[in-house]
Every structure is written in structure tokens, then in C-alpha cells.
């Protein structure tokens, strides 16, 4: 079963830390782009940050660049977002999801989600 | 950052009934536009991608249109389970970003 778990996410002060991993299993995991989005308690989806299939490319969103890593073992079949300096407005379910090359990397597949809490 | 517009917010129809989604982008995004349907507490679902093609497993009651700018999808027939969601994706540049949402409730 083509599967995508999320874990890492808590309850953190403002100005923390929190390494999020996204565990893959069921297909080639080395062969899809990975992303991470994320969605604030009642609000739409936003997207976060993408890795190549090589982690050879990334990208963020502005409000995250500087604060947030992306990275990702392939040999771990692993993908992971390090997140720094958190505010409350980082405060959301983080999903990651695989990017399918059959389709331009539309994200075909999706975790459950962890949730991450910023408050003092 | 190109913005993504749905319309409506949200929707009242009934069990049978046909049911359309517009959403518009700031400029122009060829056909790279994905719809997804999202269920409270549940993560979203990929139903179209390509503007138009329907994912592997969603019901052909569900399809897509458009190009450049503006696009649409249609439910016909809504069923029980239609009931939720809906956003449009960009994915043609950074960052990537969706439509505000569409939420679909039983009349």
C-alpha cells in the first residue's frame, strides 16, 4: 500500500524547534518530488516547501525561507521538514505529500497530517 | 505569487443536483490546475489534474475544464460523500498556491 506518515509535530513555545519526518512506504520514493503543505486551524491550504527527487532543488514559501529546511533520505525512504524561530502563525497540520512525474508533480498522494502548536 | 480565485465560498445543493466551481488565476497557468476535495479532519484528496484529467479511483461524475486563467469543475449527479471542500492548485510557478476553497453542504 502506497502509504505517507507524518510524526514530530507537538505543542512548542514561540521561538522553537521541531524537526517534522514523513516516513514513505509502497512505491520508489527516490523517484517522486516530495512536498510539504500545511493548513492553519479553519483555514485554506498552503503550500510549504518541495524537494527534487535528488534533493538536488528546493523551494519555500516566503514566510517560511530562512526558518524552515526541507531535506529528505532517500536511502531512509524519509522526508523531512526542520522548522525554526516558530510563531504562532506557524501554528497548523503539516502534511507531506508525493509529487507524481505521470502528471506535471500534482501531489497525488498525502499524509494524515501532524500537528504542530505555537503558543506560550 | 500568482492568486488563485473559487467561486462561491460556499454552496447549498442537493443530493442529485449538478453543481459547478469556478476558480480564476492572476495570470495565466497553461493547464497546470488541480482540484482536490477535502473532508473535515481528513487530508485533502486529488481528484483532477492537468486541468482536466481525472485521477485514477475518483468517479466520472467529477470533471474539469478550462485554460489560462479560468477553469471549472463540475459535479453532476452529487451524491452523499460529495459533500465537502474543494480547492483549485496552481502548479505552473512559485510559489505554489490554492484557491481559497469551496464549501459544498447539503441543502
Known amino acids: 500500500e502506497v502509504q505517507l506518515v507524518e510524526s514530530g509535530g507537538g505543542l512548542v513555545q514561540p521561538g522553537g524547534s521541531l524537526r517534522l519526518s514523513c516516513a514513505a512506504s509502497?512505491?520508489?520514493?527516490?523517484?517522486?518530488?516530495m512536498t510539504w503543505f500545511r493548513q492553519a486551524p479553519g483555514k485554506g491550504l498552503e503550500w510549504v516547501a518541495n524537494?527534487?527527487?535528488?534533493?538536488?532543488?528546493?523551494h519555500y514559501v516566503d514566510s517560511v525561507k530562512g526558518r524552515f529546511t526541507i531535506s529528505r533520505d532517500n536511502a531512509k525512504n524519509s522526508l523531512y521538514l526542520q522548522v525554526n524561530s516558530l510563531r504562532a502563525e506557524d501554528t497548523a497540520v503539516y502534511y507531506c505529500?508525493?509529487?507524481?512525474?505521470?502528471?506535471?508533480?500534482?501531489?497525488?498522494?498525502w499524509g494524515q497530517g501532524t500537528r504542530v502548536t505555537v503558543s506560550s | 505569487a500568482i492568486r488563485m480565485t473559487q467561486s462561491p465560498s460556499s454552496l447549498s445543493a442537493s443530493t442529485g443536483d449538478r453543481v459547478t466551481i469556478t476558480c480564476r488565476a492572476s495570470?495565466?497557468?497553461?493547464?497546470?490546475l488541480a482540484w482536490f476535495q477535502q473532508k473535515p479532519g481528513m487530508a485533502p484528496k486529488l481528484l483532477i489534474y492537468a486541468t482536466s484529467t481525472l485521477q485514477s479511483g475518483v468517479p466520472s461524475r467529477f470533471s474539469g475544464s478550462g485554460s489560462g486563467t479560468d477553469f471549472t469543475l463540475t459535479i453532476s449527479c452529487l451524491q452523499s460523500e460529495d459533500f465537502a471542500t474543494y480547492y483549485c492548485?496552481?502548479?505552473?510557478?512559485?510559489?505554489?498556491?490554492f484557491g481559497q476553497g469551496t464549501r459544498l453542504e447539503i441543502k
Open positions: 509502497g512505491f520508489t520514493f527516490s523517484s517522486h518530488w
Open positions: 495570470q495565466g497557468i497553461s493547464s497546470y
Open positions: 492548485q496552481q502548479y505552473y510557478s512559485y510559489p505554489l498556491t
Open positions: 505529500a508525493r509529487g507524481s512525474p505521470s502528471n506535471g508533480n500534482a501531489c497525488d498522494i
Open positions: 524537494i527534487k527527487k535528488d534533493g538536488s532543488e528546493k
